[in-house]
């Protein structure tokens, strides 16, 4: 045989042979940057750096015992397409296996990649405003868990509309952190109310996510900007909430992180809703290995769901959540079949999914307080509770979603808080959600039923007499209001809805100065409530202290640039005072919210504009 056509035959089996033995340089090192380097690097919580051949060679096989046990990376969801999916594929593992078996062989020192850099600094560039949270975390080197909330005020001076955030802890014995946004203050006095900075459990007061946005961090989180028109609304005066779970490091860690905000000019288009599933039926004996929890939600109108945030503590294993269509057919949203407290986080949709009105979302988390368990680090086992701390047990399912029709809103609102109620039909707080919306209903008997249940369950409250003061008014007994709103005062001298409702009443009695004594003691409790501020200029307007109306009405437009009785009124009283130009204007921009209002079309053809 001449010998080229040896030569030939010879080549695939040289190649194959090549191509059986993974090199670092050619196959490894891109895997390993990409899937462990951004938590295995200096400065981030894993125990060890993971960047160069000689930091994976020294660790091959236990780097591969775990990522084929599936515990690194980091990845809890076996069912749902989500972005940012840290998984390996099959083909990346059995390539990792085949470079260990071979003696994870180097390969050509001048083609292996660099290892990647990473900013020293924030992911996206500086942050148009960073907040520190102002207390101190102070964590010993040994002992429990620490949950604990921070509230973070926020310097901003005009409504600002978010494209992106960045949480960094700056510290090994942080967990985990989540954030949220306070617009009432309340987190402030549950913060004044504990003596130790911040206050405990795991709930953040009135904290929630701001426009329907999750966030926080978890370790190698990515940094991405919201699409254009889906950035969130930061005001004036809003508090940010953050949650942090930390852990004993082996010495003394002083914890006192920093939140990196980029602002964009793109106003806020779409705006997320949440429902939440839960339960807090759980009492798990020791030794239960098979206890589940169950929760069920029927969607009375269309939604396209974006993101979800599971929550569970320690003992849990197993989560699930499906959709039932109406014809009956069955998605699965999510299901994590090994859950880990140590590796929680939210998860956002690869493509959106839409679900038709009559859907059933439904969850079932699984849990194990046997030895069984490995994740529970309590022993002796003992009996497990619904609760607030990490060795208390939660479930939880957070869905964060858009309506496909902005008028459905109080629909799915109403479906969610009656669903609550089946559950925990003694919540009070409930019971005034419900008031509140069968009252935007018109549903007035209902709301009746509801708000006098909360008054007997929770009297101390104020916000529950507030509520019925409400549907007072809207019934016409304004005597009966009043004392509801007098009885919140005395209950609470802060309560700033009591303050607006009643100044309210003493500006349609013609009583502009005790008005104004009220709202302007509402606008000093919500500074960031365009509704308190809009109050208060009228009342000013009304009795010609016409600069601070003016600059009341501004810091209303500021909050709320679609706010078209403070655009309006503004618009009058720059005419009133002679400025008709600059009035005319002002105008002009409330026309285009409500273009159909006759009051407006008559000034403006007074004016000479339209």
């Not at 939140?259 to 239960?288: C, K, N």
């Not at 500006?507 to 208060?536: I, K, T, W």
Request: glycine share 6%; with cysteine.
């Amino acid at each position: 045989m001449p010998r080229h056509l040896l030569l030939l035959m010879l080549l695939p089996a040289v190649l194959c042979a090549q191509q059986s033995a993974p090199t670092w340089a050619r196959d490894v090192a891109a895997i390993v940057h990409r899937s462990c380097a951004p938590c295995h690097r200096p400065g981030q919580p894993a125990p060890f750096d993971l960047l160069t051949y000689r930091d994976v060679q020294k660790r091959a096989r236990f780097v591969l015992d775990v990522v084929e046990d599936r515990y690194m990376p980091p990845w809890k969801p076996t069912a749902g397409e989500f972005i940012g999916d840290r998984r390996l594929t099959d083909d990346e593992i059995a390539t990792l296996s085949r470079w260990v078996e071979a003696g994870a062989p180097r390969g050509d020192r001048d083609a292996e990649p660099e290892p990647p850099t990473f900013a020293d600094d924030w992911q996206l560039g500086r942050p148009d405003l960073v907040v520190r949270m102002p207390d101190v975390l102070a964590v010993p080197a040994d002992g429990p868990d620490i949950v604990r909330n921070y509230v973070v005020p926020v310097a901003v001076d005009r409504l600002r509309y978010v494209a992106a955030v960045e949480v960094r802890p700056g510290n090994p014995a942080v967990h985990h952190a989540v954030l949220m946004v306070d617009r009432t203050r309340q987190s402030r006095q549950q913060d004044e109310k504990d003596p130790e900075p911040g206050f405990g459990g795991m709930t953040l007061g009135a904290a929630v996510p701001p426009d329907g946005h999750f966030m926080g961090w978890t370790p190698g989180k990515s940094v991405r900007r919201n699409p254009r028109g889906m950035a969130w609304r930061l005001r004036p005066g809003d508090d940010f909430v953050l949650q942090l779970h930390a852990v004993p490091v082996g010495k003394p860690e002083r914890v006192q992180p920093e939140i990196g905000l980029w602002f964009t000019d793109q106003p806020t288009e779409q705006v997320f809703d949440t429902v939440m599933l839960f339960s807090e039926e759980i009492d798990i004996a020791a030794g239960e290995t098979d206890y589940v929890v169950e929760d069920h939600l029927v969607l009375p109108v269309p939604v396209t769901l974006h993101a979800i945030y599971p929550h569970a503590h320690y003992v849990c294993r197993t989560m699930r959540a499906d959709a039932v269509l109406p014809d009956g057919t069955q998605k699965a949203l999510f299901a994590i079949d090994d859950w880990d407290f140590d590796w929680q986080d939210d998860y956002h949709y690869r493509q959106p999914m839409r679900l038709p009105a009559g859907t059933r979302v439904t969850m079932a988390y699984g849990y194990d307080n046997s030895d069984g368990n490995r994740n529970n680090p309590v022993h002796p086992r003992r009996r497990v509770r619904f609760g607030q701390r990490s060795e208390d047990e939660m479930a939880t399912l957070t869905l964060s979603l858009t309506l496909h029709d902005e008028r459905d809103r109080p629909a799915l609102q109403l479906a969610s808080v009656d669903r609550d109620l089946e559950k925990l039909p003694d919540a009070w707080n409930l019971l005034m959600k419900k008031s509140q919306l069968e009252r935007a209903r018109g549903n007035f008997a209902v709301a009746s039923r509801a708000i006098e249940r909360a008054c007997r369950i929770s009297p101390g409250a104020p916000d529950v007499w507030v509520e019925r003061g409400v549907l007072g008014e809207v019934r016409r007994d304004l005597a009966a209001a009043e004392r509801d709103y007098r009885r919140a005062l005395a209950l609470d001298s802060d309560c700033a809805l009591a303050h607006m409702q009643i100044g309210a009443i003493y500006g349609r009695r013609g009583d502009s100065r005790r008005a104004l004594e009220h709202f302007a003691r509402a606008v000093q409790l919500l500074p960031n409530a365009p509704a308190a501020h809009n109050n208060y200029a009228t009342a000013c307007f009304a009795e010609d202290r016409l600069d601070d109306a003016e600059r009341h009405y501004r810091r209303t437009i500021e909050l709320d640039p679609a706010h078209f009785s403070a655009q309006f009124n503004l618009g009058r009283l720059l005419v009133y005072v002679g400025r008709r130009d600059e009035g005319r204007r002002v105008l002009q921009a409330a026309a285009k919210l409500r273009p159909g209002f006759a009051p407006l079309q008559q000034l403006l053809r007074e004016l000479g504009g339209r």
